[in-house]
């Protein structure tokens, strides 16, 4: 997976997006993240996404809402652990989760549901769910990077549902989150 973006002006267009917040990796990722990862900075907590970019916002609607949560709602929430430090390209430093295929099938759900969006913008045959901690761009090196988290892996977490995030002109916030199905 290469060509992560990052914003490089906010003459781009606004996005949405659709995640899992892994609160649970806050401790562990948060250093390293505000030191090397400038969304951290403007509000996007620890997350895998599973689908992005998403609708723009001005069209972020009840229904659109409605149609994620009755995706959502056929996904039995899961344990997972972030297991080890890999990177992309020599660029994005990401913990990767074990299992990975629940985010996989959550990623496919929402992309049949919403085809018109496909993960990434379609720009990779496959898509690696992930969780981004560093940006080389930012001064990150791998060096660096373990030093501050090696001894917190793996991170044990639960996935229970998708946020919606949303950017606008103050960066980035976590708005309507729709719960997986509740056993």
Sequence with gaps: MSGH???????????????VVVSEATGCVGPVRDAFDPYARIGVPPHITVLY????????????????????????????ELTHLAEFDD??????????????????????????HPPYGGRF????????????????????????????????????GVAIMIEDEDGWTVGPEVPFLRS
């Design 5 to 19: 973006r990052w914003r490089h002006s906010w003459d781009d267009p606004f996005e949405t997006g659709l995640v």
């Design 91 to 116: 660029e994005v430093f990401y913990l990767a989760p074990d299992p990975a295929e629940p985010f996989t099938a959550i990623t496919q759900a929402l992309w049949d549901r919403f085809p018109g």
């Design 53 to 80: 970019p998403f609708v723009p916002p001005e069209l972020m609607s009840d229904a659109v809402v409605d149609e994620v949560a009755d995706v959502a709602s056929r996904v039995a929430p899961f344990d997972f």
């Design 125 to 160: 045959e496959t898509v690696v769910p992930h969780l981004s901690v560093a940006g080389v761009p930012f001064g990150a090196t791998r060096e660096k990077v373990e030093d501050l988290i090696a001894s917190d892996l793996p991170i044990a977490a639960k996935a229970t």
